[in-house]
């Protein structure tokens, strides 16, 4: 393991946020992360940095999780268990398992970030989420280096939600995750978003995963920039689930405002739709600014700060509640 001091996190998080780590390591084993954790106390976990903002910089040990490896750990007639380690791409394992036809990654093609993180945030798009094929999880509890495993059930998956930013926060580090896939009989769900007009552009009315997916990456690429061209973390805002009372008072102003419905009390309204109601879509603070063709994203256009960046997002927050009495929150984490 290489230490480095005053290292700068730029690479480290798709923002290219230009925030100093005080000290810097890389960790490859489940070994070096025992020993790093023995080691240190102050310390900041970093993933594949898809999902942070970045507003300072961090005054303590940044411990990068690069474990690699991806081995079928069970198999049958229907299903396939894929285990993946923390530190492998996530976009390049959703790509490895459809190319094996192992089926229900496909609609989550695109992705930023790393394996690791995916469960911690319950990452989702197109009408799936990780949930969903999810199957267990292993992390290193910090203050013992234990190798604790997870199922489905104790990971307490909500919407972009898991225990492990509630209850567990800052307690363990995910080292791989267990997905139980589909090997025949794929389960497509391909009815959420523009992902049927995509594959009725191309005339294909019985797709593959490969189709699925490659549709959904042409969507992806056609609304959000590429992080190595253009700075920014996805979607920055959640979707705001809201009171059935409480939208229909909203849709007596805004009849257009779209909505889906969650359960018999709530519908989810989109972010995207709120926020470029409030017209910030494609608008620009300095070098901090929201993308011209997806309001959700916040973009660094060069040499934004972080604190920039979460002066927009606060600007963005606040309009919207003042203006339709709902309040967003952000999807990523604010660091």
């Known amino acids: 393991m290489i230490f480095e001091n005053n290292f700068s996190l730029q690479p480290y998080n798709t923002f290219r946020i230009n925030a100093l780590a005080k000290q810097f390591v890389a960790v490859h084993s489940k070994e070096e992360l025992a020993s790093v954790l023995q080691n240190h106390n102050d310390i900041f976990i970093l993933g594949g940095g898809s999902n942070m903002l970045l507003t300072q910089n961090i005054n303590k040990l940044v411990v990068h999780v690069a474990l690699k490896g991806i081995e079928i750990v069970d198999t049958n007639d229907d299903f396939v268990w894929v285990k993946a380690q923390a530190g492998e791409n996530w976009h390049e394992f959703v790509l490895y398992c459809i190319e094996k036809n192992y089926g229900g990654l496909e609609n989550l093609s695109l992705i930023p970030g790393n394996v690791g993180t995916t469960p911690i945030q319950n990452i989702g798009a197109y009408g799936v989420e ?89 969507i992806r690429q056609s609304k959000l920039p590429d992080p190595k061209e253009l700075g920014n973390s996805g979607s920055f805002f959640k979707n705001p689930i809201v009171p059935k009372q409480l939208y229909e008072q909203v849709k007596l102003k805004f009849p257009n405002m779209p909505h889906y419905p969650v359960s018999e009390t709530e519908v989810k309204v989109p972010a995207g739709w709120l926020i470029e109601q409030a017209g910030f879509k494609g608008k620009r603070f300095g070098d901090a600014g929201i993308h011209k063709n997806q309001a959700l994203v916040l973009v660094n256009y060069g040499t934004a700060t972080g604190a920039e960046i979460l002066a927009v997002a606060q600007n963005i927050q606040k309009t919207i509640l003042e203006q339709f009495g709902i309040s967003i929150e952000a999807e990523v984490n604010i660091i």
């Open 130 to 218: 990780i949930k969903d094929t999810f199957f267990c999880c292993e992390a290193m509890e910090i203050a013992s280096q234990k190798i604790v495993t997870f199922d489905k059930e104790s990971c307490a998956f909500g919407y972009r939600e898991s225990v492990f930013k509630n209850e567990l926060t800052n307690q363990y580090i995910i080292t791989s995750v267990t997905f139980k896939l589909t090997k025949k009989n794929h389960t497509l769900n391909t009815s959420y978003g523009a992902i049927e007009e995509q594959l009725a552009k191309q005339n294909i009315s019985n797709p593959t995963l490969k189709e699925v997916s490659n549709a959904v990456i042409a």
